[in-house]
């Protein structure tokens, strides 16, 4: 089946460590999003890929990092500098075409201890 | 930056009647778009509505758009317990990614 996989579900992490998380598509789309989401809030958007090789800053990047070396992946990695870490990932994809649907994963929810 | 706002933040209805949600947004948009969220788990998308579009429908969902106003209405009708979640405006920005607001938590009572 076709979807968007997000690894691990569950991620506890101590105060200091940096933590990655990945995100796999086999939608054959072009751009993939990463967004957090705190609790009673909306979603925020951290870093968007609209190509492979090619990345940009949404609202909230500081603290984090990605990288997009393929179609299907787009891992983040959530940085010691992120001064507030604890929260709900959620990773999408679409066509990449004039922002259309999106296409999110399940999440994988961040506890810094 | 640009951001849909959702209202309410929370309704609570018995099974059968129809929810109203609205959403408004800031800035010039080309589509906007809604979406649901069941607790703990991803959003699924919903509908789409184009910038010149006025009404959309999808089953029990109509959706309308007013962008002299800038704002947008989900109206969900005969709803079900299983409509309980939280649903999102999202209008893109600038074309590259979407800015979803912060929801409106709908909870169904049988």
């Known amino acids: 089946d076709g979807g968007i996989t997000q690894s691990p579900k569950y991620l506890f992490r101590k105060e200091g460590q940096n933590v990655t998380l990945s995100c796999e598509q086999n939608?054959?789309?072009?751009?993939m999003y990463w967004y957090r989401q705190d609790p009673g809030q909306g979603l925020r958007l951290i870093y968007y890929?609209?190509?492979?090789?090619?990345?940009q800053k949404g609202d909230i990047a500081e603290g984090y990092s990605v990288s997009r070396e393929k179609k299907e992946s787009f891992p983040l990695t959530v940085t010691s500098a992120q001064k507030n870490p604890t929260a709900f990932y959620l990773c999408?994809?679409?066509?990449?075409?004039?922002?259309?649907?999106?296409?999110f994963g399940e999440g994988s929810r961040l506890t810094v201890l | 930056s640009q951001q849909g706002e959702e209202d309410p933040q929370a309704l609570s209805i018995q099974e059968g009647e129809n929810a109203t949600m609205n959403c408004s947004y800031k800035?010039?948009?080309?589509?906007l778009q809604w979406y649901r969220q069941n607790s703990g788990r991803g959003l699924v998308h919903l509908i789409l509505?184009?910038?010149?579009?006025r009404e959309k429908h999808s089953g029990r969902l109509r959706v309308t758009l007013d962008t002299s106003k800038k704002s947008s209405s989900l109206l969900i009708t005969a709803s079900r317990a299983a409509d309980t979640a939280s649903y999102f405006c999202?209008?893109?920005?600038?074309?590259?990614?979407?800015?979803f607001g912060k929801g409106t938590t709908l909870s169904v009572s049988s």
């Open positions: 999408a994809s679409s066509t990449g075409r004039n922002t259309g649907e999106l296409f």
């Open positions: 939608l054959n789309h072009d751009a």
């Open positions: 890929s609209q190509i492979v090789n090619d990345f």
């Open positions: 800035t010039s948009i080309n589509n």
């Open positions: 509505i184009r910038s010149n579009e």
């Open positions: 999202a209008t893109d920005q600038a074309g590259t990614a979407l800015i």
